[in-house]
């Protein structure tokens, strides 16, 4: 029976490939965002009613593609009205 000699280079070598190997397994995953958004994922993404949902889309804040009676919303737009609406910590309306 042989004996081999495992050492640290060889672990280290081991380790960066097997890290690498769950890199590309976990990257795909978190890169599959859907470009268009039907209006259940969008009241799902942002945690809103169906009415907050009219309403963002009557008063021009959300902008949406309608097709075959179906809407739907970019992601890139909500994204964008997500970072419009940030606020500075302490900022307030009443001074």
Known sequence: MAIEVITREDLNEFRNLLLNDLKQLIQPQSQQIKQWLKSNEVRKLLNIS??????????????FTKIG?????????IEKVLNGNTQKRGSTLFK
């Open 69 to 77: 009676g179906i809407m739907y919303y970019n992601y890139s737009d």
């Open 50 to 63: 169906p009415g907050t949902l009219q309403n963002l889309r009557i008063n021009g804040t959300l902008t």
